[in-house]
């Protein structure tokens, strides 16, 4: 007896042990800091998560990225297809043929080219060259106060620098068509409320650190459009360049929406990252109760911002008990 105990004791310290063990990993498969760690695994990383049925924004990362001008990139595509749509200079049907990158004025992003494509592949496979036919038809002002309601005040406000339609779509294709240059918060808030028609709003205040209140306001936009410009970001999902997103998510009922680009400016800490690569995906397409605006400064968005972005929003996702 005397013998027994300490090793009877002994084993049932060790099971306890075990299962506490196993409790904090299953634990940890739930913990907020999951999704948040994946961010910061990247280095230069920043994302803002937000859950629209709770209205909270939360932030991960390098959170210097978020107050940076970046360029829009791609990310401007969605914009200028609404406007193009809005004032009735393209439609669903008109196609273009993408023959890749070939000389100075066949610049698509994709070598090889995207053939012959519309608006809503245009979207989804990003394409420069169907972009790079149309965006001439629209002067930079009529496409500022076409889009000016999704930006936040101060977009209209702001003077304009005035430059003509062929310089200003030299600078889109040369990667720095910011037709005004943004932070990445501004233009993650200006494309959420884009693919919402919503106002979107997330202010600065007290409360708890990396948490903001996410304020959806009255509607914005012309929804027939809207709803135009979703199928493409939609179709990025399901075929598009925000496939690897889809998968590592599990579903492609998403609107997505990539960008890589140069950077021509500095970040707040001075340096110039090569690569500005950003997406943004919400989940459900149809009525989003979830969505991430991801920042990473490597690569291609497709196939480094992307990936991350489909794990992160899966992790968040089911943080906020919204996936099983
Ligand atoms: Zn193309």
């Known amino acids: 007896m005397s013998i027994t105990w300490p090793l009877r004791s002994g084993r049932r310290l060790t099971v306890l042990v075990f299962a506490a063990t196993l409790g904090a990993a299953a634990a940890a498969g739930a913990a907020p800091g999951d999704w948040a760690d994946r961010v910061a695994g990247e280095p230069g990383a920043f994302a803002l998560l937000g859950d629209l049925e709770a209205g909270c924004l939360y932030s991960a990362g390098a959170t210097a990225v978020g107050d940076a001008r970046v360029p829009a990139g791609s990310w401007v595509k969605p914009f200028l297809a609404y406007a193009l749509l809005a004032c009735g200079k393209t439609d669903e049907n008109e196609t273009h043929l993408c023959e890749g990158w070939r000389d100075p004025l066949h610049r698509c992003w994709y070598g090889p080219g995207h053939g012959r494509l519309n608006l809503e592949q245009a979207l989804a496979q990003s394409c420069n060259a169907w972009f790079q036919h149309v965006t001439p038809r629209l002067e930079p002002s009529l496409y500022q106060a076409i889009d000016a309601p999704f930006f936040p005040a101060g977009w209209s406000d702001a003077s304009i620098v005035s430059a003509a339609a062929e310089e200003w779509q030299d600078t889109f294709i040369a990667g720095r068509l910011t037709a005004r240059s943004l932070t990445f918060e501004a233009w993650s808030r200006a494309l959420a409320a884009l693919v919402l028609g919503r106002r979107v709003d997330w202010p600065a205040g007290p409360g708890v650190p990396g948490v903001r209140a996410l304020v959806l306001g009255p509607p914005v936009g012309d929804s027939a459009t809207l709803a135009v410009v979703r199928r493409g970001l939609q179709a990025a999902a399901a075929g598009g360049t925000a496939q690897e997103l889809a998968q590592r998510f599990g579903s492609a009922d998403l609107w997505v929406k990539t960008s890589s680009s ?28 979830a969505f991430i605006a991801l920042f990473v400064p490597r690569g291609m968005a497709a196939t480094t911002a992307a990936p991350l972005a489909g794990e992160v929003l899966r992790d968040f996702c089911r943080w906020r008990r919204m996936l099983p």
């Open 262 to 289: 140069q950077s021509p400016y500095g970040d707040a800490a001075g340096r110039r990252p090569d690569a500005v690569c950003m997406v943004a995906a919400f989940w459900p397409a149809g009525h989003p109760r």
